[in-house]
């Protein structure tokens, strides 16, 4: 029998309930990949930031057991620089080879506990000059939806949440599985760009042509040599306007958006054809094998082989 793997969530006072069940909601829905136990500190009923208590079945002894601990996000106002006694040693029970997860205000957990010193991570945008200040040793991205640095992983706030989860079905047992848990779940299987995007900015101007429609001519388009002149012209501006107004609403640069597509889209072709990589390259509009190497390289730190042996080995042996 194939080991099940035990996610295991460890609910904090002030927790936001919303978050707290996600992780059951997305693991739940992989058709028995996954079991997901929460727990508190100490066994005891875990009060939310709404106007109810929760009561766990667990207590810290339940992190002994984890695969993957999950740490959600708690009220602003409990946040501390210091890790309170009762969690450090909660945390203190996380088996060693465990995967760690937090959302949100949860990296303020990790960091204050030593756990992302000289490591990348990221929290809420909101939060991320607090946190900063804090912990300088840490690499903090603010504009980051969630940072993968291996044995953990740091997300932003709420939705960001549900990325992460993904991503974790995604690595554990390929895009076809966690496709299908976004379907289950009505949310995107992939989200571009970064914490820019939901940043509060000033309303551009009523007269501004939105870039949507340059976007959907470039995914269906991808495998077509294109330019920023050739996107803007679609959303009929001026070449400064088109990238100004791009990176207002997307939260990145037009060129670096149009990267992150090629190279999704090749990680797609990767995890679900046999196709070669010069040929795969055409199809996403790179110039060749070599530039789809050096693209996916700085993308995720793997060569297109090394990617494909790891997700195609990952999905059932009739793919």
Known sequence: MAHLHRVVVLAIDGVYPFELGMPSRVFGAADGRY????????????????????????????LRTADTVVIPPFVSTAVT????????????????GSRLVSI?????????????????????????????????????????????????????????????????IRKDHGSEVANQVARMCVAPPWRDGGQ????????PEATASATATARQWALENLHEPMTLTDLAEHS??????????????????????LIQQRVGRARHLLETTDLPVDQIAGQVGFAGGTSLREHLHAAIGVSPLAYRRTFRGALSPTH
């Not at 306007?241 to 640069?253: H, L, Q």
Request: glycine letters at 8%; charged letters at 20%; proline letters at 6%.
């Open 236 to 257: 009929h501006m001026s070449l400064r306007t088109f990238a100004r107004r791009f990176t207002e609403e997307v939260g990145i640069s037009p060129g670096r958006w």
């Open 196 to 203: 820019a995007q939901y940043i509060q900015h000033p309303v």
């Open 81 to 96: 620089r210091e890790v309170p006694q009762a969690v450090t040693q909660a945390l203190g029970s996380v088996g060693r």
């Open 104 to 168: 949100c205000t949860g990296a303020f957990v990790l960091a204050a506990a030593g756990l992302l010193d000289g490591r990348p991570a990221t929290t809420h945008w909101m939060a991320a000059d607090l946190f900063r200040t804090w912990f300088p040793q840490v690499a903090l991205d603010p504009d980051a939806l969630f940072i993968d640095d291996g044995d953990i992983l740091t997300s932003a706030g709420a939705a960001s949440g549900l990325d992460v989860c993904l991503h974790l």
């Open 35 to 62: 079991e997901v136990l929460t727990c508190s500190v100490d066994g005891r009923p875990v009060r939310t930031n709404s106007d109810f208590s929760i009561t766990v079945e667990h207590g810290p002894e339940a």
